[in-house]
C-alpha cells in the first residue's frame, strides 16, 4: 500500500501554504485511507492561514471539502471496501454526547476524528488536519464514518462540493430552519454558502427569494441560482427593499432569513427583514469579538414585537450519512446545480492562487483537481 503523498501545508504561522511530501501511518481501528480525487477550496481554509492556525498545532494540512476513493479499510470497518468512491465529512456525528445519546445526532457537540497519521515527509513531525479531514492532499486518513458512499454515477469533482459549502447552504434550509413550501426568503451573501441556500429555499418550494449582496456579480449568480428578486445593498437599505418587496398589505418581510457573511450588521438586517414570527438564521462565521446588537421594542421590527427567532446553523446541521448521499441524488437528478458552482478546475499547487482569487470575490468554488 502506498504511504506517501504530496499535500498543500501551512508550516508556521504567517507563512503561505506549500506542497510537501506527506507520509501516513496505515489507518487506525475504524479509519479508512482516501486517496483524494479532487477537493473544493473552502474561505475556512483561507481562515485558517490568515487566523494562525484558528488553534490547531502546525503543520497544518489544509482541505476540506474533499472526495475520493477508499484505498485502504481499517480494523473492524465493514461499510467501506477499496475502491467506494465517498466524500469526506467533517461533522459526523460522535454518537456519544448527550445530543447523539437522546437521538438528536444533528445537534452532535463534536465529531468523529482519526487519530493524528499524517507525517510532514522532511522530519516526521505528526500534522493537523483541518476540520479532521486535510483534503488538499493526493491521500489522506479520516474517520470511517466520515466517508461517506456515494453513487457510481457521481462525478467525485462535483460531489466534493457537498461536503461543506453545499450542505451549509442547502442544510440550513431543510435542516436548521426547514423552508415551508410558499414560503418568503431572503439571502444576504451570495458566495458559495448563499447561492446554496438559494438553491435550498428553491427545492422547498418559496415563493419569493430575494438575494442581497454588494457584489453584482454575485447578485447575477443569485439569479441564475434561483433567486426571484435581488437586492444591491451597496445602492439601497436592504431591510427597506425586502420589506418593500414583500409587502402584501399585512407585514411586509420575510419568514426566513438566511445570513451568509459572518458579517454582524447583516445578521441584525437578517433579524429586522423579517415578517411576524419569522426566523433569521447566522450561518457565517463570526470573528471572537464580534457582537450584534438587536432592537427589542419597536413596534414594527424590534425582535419582541415582531416574534422574531434568531437560530446558528453549524455546517446546516448536517448529518452526513442521510444527506450527502441525498444531495447526490439530487444532483443526478438535474434538480441541484453543482456544475455552475465551479468558477475553475486547479492543481494543488495552485492553492495560493485560489486563496487569491476568493478575496477578488471572482470565484464561486476553485477546485482542486488530483491526476
Ligand atoms: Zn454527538
Ligand atoms: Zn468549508
Redesign the pocket.
Known sequence: MEREGRAAVLSAPGEPAEVIDIRLDPPGPGEVQVRLAASGVCHTDLSVKSLNGMGMAFPIVLGHEGAGYVEEAGEGVTHLKPGDPVVIAYRA?????????RGD?RR????LRPKPRLHRKSDDALCAQVLRCGTFATRTIVHAKAAIKMPEAMPLDRACLIACGVVTGVGATMNTSPVWAGARVAVIGCGGVGLSVIQGARLRHASRIIAVDVNPRKLEWAAKFGATDVVNARETDAVTRVRELTDDGWDGGVDFAFEATGIPACIEQAVRMLAYAGTATNIGLPAADDSVTLNLGDMATGFYWNKAALRVSHAGDTLPAHDFPLLAQLYLQGRLDLDDMITRYIGLDHVEDAFHEMETGNVIRSVIRFE
Open positions: 456525528p460522535c454518537e456519544q454526547c448527550p445530543a447523539c445519546r445526532p452532535c457537540y463534536m465529531a
